[in-house]
């Protein structure tokens, strides 16, 4: 392992903890799960530091390692225990005790971006908001430009029927 | 959900090529339906973001930063030690294992034992260190088990892929690489279903063409073979006889 990669990974952990915990909350729909994602997210981002590029992305190389545990690990085990993962939507709310306008409206989006499949949770949270384009999309999550054009538009018709 | 709406919302996010962009542009002069629809879709881009953005401000932030590891600066140590040394952590598991502490007690061994001839003894001391819970937690996906075998391949001449690797009653975990004295030392670590590790390891060591033997060496059975250049071992706590054939069905693949 390099030192340069040991020390951009490290330094690249923190500010991404807040982005790293709610990409783990749309895709679980469950907080604890969320909590465990992101710290097992780093452990494994220090283990293999080595495999780092130095230069490019630490924030998007971390999406991916969050993501790869989350499908192979976490997922397949809630499954099995049978937890977690239905009539989860309200992980996906916002503070209840600051239910000024802005907050109900964000709380009812997100309810309903929590009701979606998790291919067009993700989809959405990683282009409407962490700033991906389609075709970096389509890249990090191993499907053709136009199934992401089909995650967001369903995602957004969906929004739409709130009004 | 309309049979337009993923070309809208494409328009709507500036994703649409030019082409396309221009012939829906068209589409929408003329159809009121449809610029009806572009706006349905337009108005959810801000409570979208402005959402996410409010679940942002509930991230645990002090929980998590307190649960992050302390920084430890890597410390230098295979250069001290001529038998084994960490050549490349190509597994966070190596890692975990071995800066840990356990690197500098296997390099101590091997650096008494000279580190010229019996890469084996070294091995089967380095393999008494993993227990059934060293490998099991590892569980890569096809791509990522892909990459690490071709990496590991690229270091030891050898061409590695999931396929040719695959052993019955076997799971795959992860692939790293060692160093043994100057050779690339590859190692394929699975583990069987009681999580009890067995490792194919391989040593581009430029040995001459030799067939499978076998040893027992305390509680592990080894069986090794050259092809190529390079020495390949199966190493693990299981009897001889399984030992001897897993390297035969490799011997054919690798």
Known sequence: MSEASRREVRAGLEPSLARLWRYAVVLSRARDAADDLVQATCLRAIERA??????????????????????????SQRIRQG???????DALTTDGER???????????LRAVGR??????????LVYSEGYSYAEAAAALGVPIGTIMSRLAAGRAALAKLK | MTADDAELVALIDNELDEGSRAALLTR????????????????TASPLATSFDALL????????????????????????????ALRALA???????????????????????????????????YTHLYTNETFSPFNPDAAMQAAELSAVGAKVGASLAPENVALPGLRFTTAFMLSYGDAPLGVIAYVDPSGAPVLLCILANRAPDAPTRSERRGDLSLAWWSRSGRTQLVIGRIPEEKAIALAQMLEKRV
């Open chain 2, 57 to 84: 401000g509930q991230a645990p932030v002090a929980r998590l930063r307190a649960a992050l590891p302390p920084d430890e600066p890597l410390r230098q140590r295979s250069r001290r030690f001529p038998g084994i």
């Open chain 1, 50 to 75: 080595d495999q780092f590029v130095p230069g490019t992305r630490v924030d998007r190389w971390l999406f991916a390692i969050l993501r790869s545990i989350w499908l192979n690990e976490i997922r």
């Open chain 1, 99 to 109: 239910e000024i306008e802005v907050n109900i409206t964000a709380s009812a989006v």
């Open chain 1, 116 to 125: 979606l499949p998790e291919a067009q949770r993700e989809t959405i949270l």
């Open chain 2, 28 to 43: 929408l002069g003329a159809d009121e339906r449809l610029r009806q629809r572009y706006e349905e879709l337009r108005e």
């Open chain 2, 91 to 125: 597994a966070g598991v190596v890692i975990g294992l071995l800066v840990a502490g356990a690197v500098a007690w296997a390099a101590s061994i091997f650096g008494l034992l000279g580190g010229k001839e019996d890469w084996r003894t070294a091995i089967a001391e």
């Open chain 1, 83 to 89: 937890g977690g993962l239905v009539d989860a939507a």
